[in-house]
């Protein structure tokens, strides 16, 4: 007999889920290589797994799946990609959150760590030149400095790179070289790593979806789960229908609420990003004229890169919660006239946000609710590597192998009271805090 392990949704969030939202104005949704239209589920279907979420974890898990000849349902409550996937700054960058933290408990696990830290980008790639996805996929990134304290992070994580003999190149950059990689001189210095770089998000989520299809995997479309009941088999259910698994995988990032002991584990902290109009050429000689994703030390981080198209995409966290396309460009254009006040006059086309989910332990979460349901979330801003990563990963699990889930599902982050609630409030009070840190 099956039991339930999530209550029923209440009314009123019945009611929201009927109206499902399509892609943010972003700049990424208006340039995205094409509109996504695949079904409501209705009816009940049966498949080998069940994946709760149309994002990099849930996509990246069912293609994975998907090779691995598993038959896959993913359920997804608005578009792929419609959640931090389809908006974040598009930088790929290596290393997991709360790393540091995973080799304290188990400094035996180095080499492990390490190559954890690099593979999503290995998953993207391969992906990228296997299914031909044209998601704008460059290499070339710099981490910046703004004090003196951060020169000596910078010098640390090169050492690193060089005692582990990447195969890229990388170099430490003094102020006057990283004037010139920039094109402005707001920064004390830089640490260039090739073997990072930037994408189009969600034209990379959308073609892994179009690749998983491809392989036999079956996703819809506004079609929100509102109930797991568990047993020796899953069965999640939706508004019009439902999917009886072995296995389930929960991954909706910031916007899961279903399961409450997983979503009660993360501050949902917004971030938020301007597209200017396309640069001229000229102005190209100046504005990060080799094209580098750049992103700083900061609790309150800004970061930034070109689009294919040549716009700038400036990004940042700042302490406001809504959607105004206005208040969201009069947050963020004075920081980038900070970098580049050449600037001033430039038009902001595009102005957009999203939530990213941020647990206390800053490790992120990779669990199981029960025995044949696993959750991945909570990436604190290292999404676009550690997404991938964590589909091969929960792919791993649910074949039978937790080497790599075992590294993880120890840092369980602890529960916040009231986040449900006063999230905000309480992200609010964390910006102001770490802002305060920075200036130190």
Same mark, same amino acid.
């Given at each position: ?37 695949? =079904? ?26 998907? *090779? ?17 996937? #389809? ?8 290393? /997991? ?9 188990? =400094? #035996? ?16 790639? $391969? ?41 890229? *190149? ?5 102020? %006057? *070289?990283?004037? *010139? ?11 260039? /790593? ?130 105004? $396309?206005?208040?969201?460009?009069? $947050? ?8 580049? =006040? ?21 490790? =992120? $979460? ?11 979330? %909570? ?62």
């Amino acid at each position: 007999m099956l039991h339930t392990s999530a209550s029923p949704i209440n009314c009123k969030e019945l009611i929201n889920m009927h109206f499902a939202q399509e892609h943010t104005s972003s700049y990424y949704a208006a340039s995205a290589n094409r509109v996504t239209g695949f =079904p409501r589920l209705k009816g009940d279907m049966r498949a080998d797994v069940c994946v709760i979420g149309g994002g990099f974890t849930g996509i990246s898990t069912a293609l994975t799946l998907a *090779e691995r000849s598993y038959n896959v349902c993913v359920l997804e409550a608005n578009r792929i990609g419609w959640g931090a996937s #389809g908006r974040n700054g598009g930088q790929l960058i290596a290393g /997991i959150s709360g790393e540091q933290k995973i080799l304290d408990i188990d =400094p #035996g696990i180095a080499d492990l760590v390490w190559d954890m830290r690099w593979r999503g980008h290995e998953i993207i790639q $391969q992906r990228v030149e296997h299914y031909e996805i044209d998601c704008d996929l460059k290499y070339g990134y710099v981490d910046v400095a703004i004090k003196p304290r951060h020169v000596s992070d910078l010098q640390a994580e090169e050492n690193r790179l060089a005692k582990r003999d990447v195969p890229f *190149e990388h170099k430490l950059l003094s102020q %006057a *070289e990283t004037c *010139e990689a920039l094109g402005t001189d707001a920064y004390i210095g830089a640490l260039q /790593i090739m073997g990072n770089g930037h994408l189009h998000p969600l034209n990379l989520c959308i073609g892994e979806a179009e690749a998983a299809v491809s392989l036999g995997a079956q996703l819809y479309e506004q079609s929100a789960a509102m109930r797991i009941d568990h047993g020796d088999s899953v069965r999640v259910s939706t508004a019009e229908g439902s999917i009886t698994a072995d296995f389930a995988v929960i991954a909706g990032n910031a916007y899961q609420s279903l399961v409450k002991s997983v979503s009660g584990r993360f501050f949902p902290v917004r971030s938020y990003i301007i597209a200017t109009e396309p640069l001229s050429e000229e102005q190209l000689d100046t504005i990060n004229p080799h094209d580098f994703a750049v992103c700083d030390p900061n609790f309150v981080l800004e970061y930034f890169r070109l689009s294919a198209d040549k716009r700038l995409l400036f990004g940042g966290r700042c302490n406001y919660f809504g959607d105004d $396309q206005k208040v969201i460009a009069s $947050q963020l254009k004075p920081r980038m006239l900070k970098i580049y =006040p050449q600037l001033r006059d430039i038009a902001i086309d595009y102005a957009w946000g999203g939530t990213i989910a941020v647990p206390m332990n800053r490790v =992120p $979460q990779l669990g199981r609710t029960a025995k044949n349901v696993f959750y991945s979330n %909570a990436y604190a801003g290292h999404g676009v590597n550690v997404t991938h990563l964590a589909g091969e990963i929960m792919a791993d699990v649910i074949g039978g192998t937790a080497e790599k889930f075992d590294v993880f599902s120890r840092f369980r982050s602890t529960r916040i009271p009231g986040v449900t609630y006063f999230g905000n409030a309480m992200v609010s009070m964390g910006l102001i805090y770490y802002g305060l840190k920075d200036k130190w």
